[in-house]
């Protein structure tokens, strides 16, 4: 297909949020045929950026030329362009290709499933259309035996409805209780435990304290007390007689000075 295409030089820059814009020389081209902009560099034919405008009045604004040198227009998404002049005028051979419609799917609803029906129009590339199926939701009860394990000890994983809560009871067993004495459950056996021990321990006391009163203690003459009596008195008289000191005076003579008690 042939195309009538006009080159414009322009000035371009990249920074579109800039107020103070760093601004490049370049050439844009407009085709007639489908309503494309090109940009591209002055010195090379690398394209910066495309574009397609639709509308009649927009392109009648860019190409005024009463707006050269003075109107930014924001053609392409990546660059800010500013037209000086146009350049030249050719035609030239252009391929076209439609864009690939995609299948259009519309929504057809039955009784409780949902069905994606194609459109009229085929395509190329078309994928057939899946059937969705809505799930019914509903609410399964289980009952009490299919809740409970079996004898292999499989556990059932499903969800458990309409069970009240339970608290976990606590079993008690005798080997834990002989096993842990210190364990707060049985403190009450300990101390009665306890108790018995002191009660068998005053026993044994109290029969040890019989025995040694039975013990018969060898008999003491009336004579033999007499004599240690007066033996006992002597020794305090001699006793007293040796309990004379010696006493310093002034002129540093030791003098031996008795006392003896006088006896009335």
């Given amino acids: ?100 419609e995609s299948p259009i799917l519309h929504m057809r609803r039955k009784d409780c499933s949902i069905e994606m029906a194609p459109d009229k129009y085929e395509s190329h590339n078309k994928v057939p259309a899946q059937q969705n199926k809505q799930k019914s939701t509903r609410r399964v009860l289980i009952r009490n035996d299919e809740i409970r394990t079996n004898e292999t000890g499989n556990v059932s994983l499903a969800l458990k409805f309409n069970r009240p809560f339970k608290p976990p009871s606590i079993k008690k067993s005798h080997q834990s209780s002989e096993k842990d004495g210190y364990r707060p459950a049985i403190r009450n056996a300990k101390i009665t435990w306890q108790k018995a021990d002191r009660m068998e321990n005053k026993e044994q006391l109290i029969t040890s304290n019989k025995h040694t009163e039975k013990i018969e203690v060898p008999g003491i003459s009336k004579e033999r007390t007499a004599n240690k009596h007066t033996e006992i008195e002597k020794n305090e008289m001699t006793s007293m007689k040796k309990g004379s000191h010696d006493r310093i005076t002034g002129n540093s003579k030791r003098k031996k000075i008795s006392h003896i008690p006088i006896v009335i």
């Fill in 1 to 100: 297909m042939i195309s009538h295409v006009v080159e414009y030089s322009c000035q371009y820059s990249d920074q579109i949020r800039k107020k103070h814009k760093i601004w490049h020389d370049g050439k844009l081209k407009y085709y007639e045929a489908n309503s494309r902009f090109m940009l591209y560099p002055e010195e090379s034919n690398v394209l910066i950026s495309s574009s397609f405008i639709t509308n009649s009045r927009d392109v009648s604004t860019i190409l005024d030329s009463e707006g050269f040198n003075t109107v930014e227009h924001k053609i392409f998404s990546r660059a800010v362009v500013i037209i000086t002049e146009m350049l030249c005028e050719y035609d030239r051979e252009v391929q076209i290709q439609k864009a690939k």
